[in-house]
């Protein structure tokens, strides 16, 4: 099997739970894996200067409406959250423990569930309360997961894994890096998909 | 006929350009016009706290990979141009002469002939005599363009058109209204064309 695409993706960022709804199956289509990797954008502003979206002058107002034209346009189930951006520190590290622990598959899963419980549910993600109860609900045993969020490997791991992303290039979200070609934004998808099907554009 | 499409462009801003190539194709399918509104970014920058696309971190290195990537998606002819990006004053506020004295479809014309000039054939429009020339080979009247140019009303109403577009919303190139709806960027053309399709999303 062909090399697996690298997805970053910040739990705050409504076009990378977009991205979320339908990456696995758009590499599926073309023999690919999907390897998530959580990133922390704060982080990624600080360095580049950026700030989250919702709280750019003019443009964040506009994203607030594009994003929901967006989720209409591509059926794609949405609710704006009651507050945006939020801490995504919590859910990241718990979907890394569970990443190093029951591997990609099950990451990509909790990930999902992560995102869908924001971006549709509304739940606040960033109490970590909340993060552990959808682990239990998932079938992930609750007090470990606890644990894992709080382990000095996780919490090392998530810092180096934002620096290292970084240095691939990564500056939003989502990002997906395809054969070392770097696709930035969930309206890059339809060029994703022909550079799956040709190997270029 | 139903209202024109707003377009808001910098010269210098090559998703711009690529808006350029279709945009009046894009509407006359619907039966719509397009109303071409040049403006300079760095004014609208200077509210905002955003910079050109080329000197962000990061994203400028991004930026000029995806223009050229997109360019061959889209089939649309690129060259990157020596410098970027450049002052754009100068053809903006000639489109605006040839639109206040011969009429919006003479000021297309003109405006993408510029764009071509800038984007492809590698033409430094930032320098008023290169303007100029290009309008003397597009027939119009050298000297009444280059005194136009510098006329006080011109001055003026690029001034104003740019406050104007900000307090529109405007925030980035291309920028396009239609029915009072908002969109940003070249990557929603395809909403555009629904939009124009169904009168919503």
Redesign the interface.
């Known amino acids: 099997m062909a090399a697996a695409l690298d997805f970053y993706f910040d739990f705050s960022s409504p076009y990378g739970y977009f991205a979320s709804t339908c990456i696995d199956e758009l590499a599926a289509r073309h023999g690919r894996e999907v390897q998530w990797h959580p990133i922390l954008l704060g982080a990624v502003f600080k ?4 700030a989250p979206l919702p709280l ?4 964040g ?2 994203s607030m ?2 994003i929901e ?2 989720a ?2 591509k059926g794609i189930a949405y609710r704006k959250p009651s507050a945006l951006p939020i801490a995504t520190l919590g859910a990241a590290r718990a979907t890394l423990w569970v990443q190093s622990t029951q591997g990609n598959a099950a990451a990509a899963a909790f990930a999902k569930r992560l995102f869908k419980a924001f971006f549709v549910e509304d739940q606040n993600i960033s109490d970590g309360a909340v993060v552990i109860e959808l682990g239990r609900q998932s079938g992930l045993d609750a007090d470990a997961l606890s644990e894992g969020m709080q382990a000095g490997a996780i919490k090392e791991q998530l810092r180096a894994g934002t620096d290292l992303a ?1 240095a691939r ?4 979200s989502p990002y997906v890096i395809v054969d070392g070609e ?1 696709f ?2 969930f ?2 998808f ?2 994703i998909e ?1 550079w799956l099907k040709n190997g270029k ?1």
């Open positions: 360095a580049t200067g950026s750019i002058p003019l443009k107002d506009y409406h594009d034209r967006t209409r346009f970084m290039g990564v500056f939003g770097p930035w934004g309206d890059r339809d060029q022909a554009i």
